[in-house]
């Protein structure tokens, strides 16, 4: 399992502490650090079943200094996808991968379905 994560963030700190409690194992990645690729996030895009727009980081800087909330709704897909391979803080985290599926945002609840 792959967990995404900005180390500063506190919603990542809650999950991480979350899925060591839970003794889940995983392999954490600094999504500033090591930005998602294009093929990442369109694969886990897929497999998600959720809507594009949950990829997306909306409370962060990034997206709100790009006028993203306005700019999203005219951009296809694939535009979208290549604009979340810029920038590992557009994209909302944690971000958890299995092999069959892929979590954006820490819900307790969510993420005790998946992984428990």
Excluded: H
């Excluded at 967990?3 to 700190?13: D, G, N, R, S």
């Excluded at 979350?18 to 392999?27: M, S």
């Amino acid at each position: 399992m792959l967990f995404l994560e900005y180390p500063k963030c506190t919603t990542c700190k809650k999950a991480k502490v979350w899925l060591d409690d839970n003794g889940i194992k995983y392999e954490d990645r600094n999504i500033k650090e090591e930005n998602p690729t294009y093929e990442e996030l369109k694969e886990w895009f897929e497999k998600s079943n959720l809507p594009l727009k949950k990829f997306f980081n909306t409370s962060g800087l990034i997206y709100k200094s790009m006028n993203l909330k306005d700019k999203l709704p005219e951009m296809s897909e694939e535009e979208q996808l290549k604009l979340l391979a810029t920038d590992g803080m557009l994209v909302k985290r944690p971000l958890i991968v299995t092999e069959n599926a892929v979590l954006t945002g820490f819900k307790e609840t969510d993420w005790q379905s998946l992984l428990k």
